[in-house]
T-cell receptor, first 112, second 116 residues
């Protein structure tokens, strides 16, 4: 699976958009970009995934660059409950389960 | 659905003792994963099962660790004998495979293990 690079930490004011970047310059054509988050003392939680088109769900939006070498997770209106570690993961998806390899992630702190 | 259930939530034991962690996956899910999380190493996959069969145990640290899945609704992770360096939070996760799915993994609340 391709390696990802994320900033160690970020701050965001409550109510503002949080934009979390991820670099995955060695991504392969069959690899998807997944985002999970882990709120303190809880297990990781799936947020969103995408291949090459932008994706949006009730939690977030995922913007993937045209060359697919980087992506941005957007939380449109961050709240204090969004304070967590956010993991960007790249892996192939062939319809069968495969490993999730978690890096160090980005620690997002949402403040008043 | 209650989600992935793990027990116990906290375990404190002494070095050399046997420890058994338990997991009940989400009903109908055919994949089960065991992860370990520490400050030093982050979140690591230990082993995963598909239809109760171990598929990849390359993350299991050593022979002291073993995992079983006797049926679709129950799995155990056993450490014997336990050592202080095994202290960590152990997560179980499950997912539903299949061609049309992207295998979102659902994590349990974790078991915090402390080995004295």
């Amino acid at each position: 699976d391709a390696k990802t690079t994320q900033p160690t930490s970020m701050d965001c004011a409550e109510g503002r958009a949080a934009n979390l970047p991820c670099n995955h310059s060695t991504i392969s054509g069959n690899e998807y970009v997944y985002w999970y988050r882990q709120i303190h003392s809880q297990g990781p939680q799936y947020i969103i995934h995408g291949l090459k088109n932008n994706e949006t769900n009730e939690m977030a939006s995922l913007i993937i660059t045209e060359d697919r070498k980087s992506s941005t997770l957007i939380l449109p209106h961050a709240t204090l409950r969004d304070t967590a570690v956010y993991y960007c993961i790249v892996r192939a998806s062939t319809g069968t389960a495969s490993k999730l390899t978690f890096g160090t992630g980005t620690r997002l702190q949402v403040t008043l | 659905d209650a989600g992935v259930i793990q027990s116990p939530r906290h375990e404190v034991t002494e070095m050399g003792q046997e420890v058994t962690l338990r997991c009940k996956p989400i009903s109908g899910h055919d994949y089960l994963f065991w992860y370990r999380q520490t400050m030093m190493r982050g979140l690591e996959l230990l082993i995963y099962f598909n239809n109760n069969v171990p598929i990849d145990d390359s993350g299991m640290p050593e022979d002291r660790f073993s995992a079983k899945m006797p049926n679709a609704s129950f799995s155990t992770l056993k450490i014997q004998p336990s050592e202080p360096r095994d202290s960590a939070v152990y997560f179980c996760a499950s997912s539903l495979g299949g061609r049309a799915r992207h295998n979102e993994q659902f994590f349990g609340p974790g078991t915090r293990l402390t080995v004295l």
